[in-house]
């Protein structure tokens, strides 16, 4: 059966004087893809102008290469001694990569900025490497006031080692990030699912609400109709109606009391056998009820 993985794209954007440095990333990408990433259900996949890009035309060349890349999810810049080539809109092709990255981050905080400085010495012997050094260590420069924490290394072993060692880290909190957002979504999921079925009892109450007050009203009629008629003297209704005292019709009073039909009374201070036509009044919601009840039969 298929099993589902998830894919990490990582970019690698550098001058042409760290190639070792990106064969070295190459294999430990393998490495990870074997072990590390293997174990966590990942696959990682190495993004490379010399892999990913084919022919075409641009504005210039790294127009093609920022076009054919795509997104990713982890950028590593690797720098030693040469800035790169200028393009049309930044100082390097590599500083333009960089610029890319830097401005989706600051955007969606993604994709991970991850750079790296080789420090081991050089014979810089032309006024070109001179000055391409010069431009790396403004730029250095630059990325430190933008905030950045980049890592320097002295042997292509060192990067390796650092390099293997901070995916590890950033797939982790990934991994990590991906189960607190899928938490937060199953609780979202399951909050709009109460919500709906909060929704949903609302209305049936209401329904059951509904049937109850009608229910009751048929039941209850009879004590409204019978204190309406005998306080009017109403031909062919007795001037009498006498109270009971039991839990039914003590609790038949206390409805009509408690929703509005009868003015307050102390249903306890009742007499068994009372006459409830001089001892009860009739609010101006019980009278409207009647009149109103009555009127809809006629």
Same mark, same amino acid.
């Given at each position: ?9 990582? &970019? ?62 982890? &950028? ?20 333009? /990569? ?37 431009? %790396? ?11 950045? %924490?980049?890592? /320097?290394?002295?042997?292509? /072993?060192? &990067? ?12 982790? &909190? ?105 001892? %009860? ?18």
């Amino acid at each position: 059966m298929p099993e589902l993985v998830t894919k990490i794209r990582i &970019f690698i954007g550098s001058p042409g004087d760290v190639e070792a440095e990106r064969k070295a990333l190459t294999q430990t990408i393998d490495d990870l893809n074997v072990g590390f990433a293997s174990s966590r259900k990942m696959v990682l996949e190495l993004a490379k102008w010399e892999t990913h890009v084919w022919p075409g035309f641009g504005e210039d060349a790294q127009s093609v290469i920022n076009d054919r890349v795509g997104q990713y999810d982890i &950028f590593v810049g690797v720098f030693w001694n040469r800035f790169g080539t200028p393009t049309g809109r930044a100082g390097s092709g590599s500083s333009e /990569e960089f610029e890319r990255a830097y401005a989706r981050w600051k955007e969606n905080k993604r994709p991970s900025l991850m750079l790296y400085f080789r420090r081991s010495p050089a014979d810089l012997a032309t006024i070109e490497e001179i000055r391409q050094k010069q431009l %790396l260590l403004e730029f250095k420069g630059s990325l430190q006031r933008l905030g950045a %924490l980049f890592r /320097e290394y002295s042997e292509v /072993e060192e &990067f390796g080692r650092l390099v293997s060692l901070h995916l590890i880290q950033e797939l982790t &909190f990934l991994e990590k990030t991906a189960e607190v957002q899928q938490l937060n979504q199953r609780v979202d999921d399951q909050q709009r699912t109460l919500t709906r079925q909060e929704r949903t009892l609302a209305r049936q109450q209401d329904v059951i609400n509904q049937l109850v007050a009608y229910s009751m009203a048929s039941y209850i009629f009879k004590h409204l109709q019978f204190v309406y008629h005998g306080q009017r003297r109403d031909s062919g209704w007795p001037d009498e109606y006498l109270f009971r005292k039991n839990h039914p019709f003590e609790h038949d009073l206390r409805f009509l009391r408690d929703h509005g039909y009868i003015e307050f009374l102390e249903i306890g201070s009742l007499n068994d056998g009372e006459n409830l036509v001089k001892r %009860l009044t009739l609010t101006p919601v019980g009278n409207f009820y009647v009149d109103l009840r009555e009127g809809a039969r006629s």
